[in-house]
Nanobody, 126 residues
């Protein structure tokens, strides 16, 4: 059974940094893509960042471009999200997602992924 487990959430001050990690267990990731989505209170879940497993091409929502960096470690079956220069609008539950057959055009969309983590809370507050 494939499981995604996130870690690294917590409280940060505006302008601060956090790093989220997500490990995939139950199978070896060797294709498709992994992504991060987030859901703020009262809002719909939205795409944040995604990465193609083969080649490592990365994609970002405009709201995080230049501040967040997604990366993957193929040997550890892990994807990470380095978040810098955080602001209060980044407060949300962050979800890791994995799609074994995700194509490039599907990376920003929830339907492109067939496995999801349970989410980790990120709160940005002074």
């Amino acid at each position: 059974q494939v499981q995604l487990t996130e870690s690294g959430g917590g409280l940060a001050q505006p302008g601060g940094s956090l790093k989220l990690s997500c490990v995939v267990s139950g199978r070896t990731v060797n294709s498709g893509a992994m992504g991060w989505f987030r859901q703020a209170p009262g809002k719909e879940r939205e795409f944040t960042a995604g990465i193609k497993w083969i080649g490592g091409a990365s994609y970002y929502a405009d709201s995080v471009k230049g501040r967040f960096t997604i990366s993957r470690d193929k040997g550890k079956n892990t994807v990470s999200l380095q978040m810098n220069n955080l602001n209060t609008e980044d407060t949300a539950v962050y979800y890791c997602a994995y799609g074994s057959g995700t194509i490039t055009s599907s990376i920003p969309h929830q339907y492109g992924y067939n496995y999801w983590g349970q989410g980790t809370q990120v709160t940005v507050s002074s």
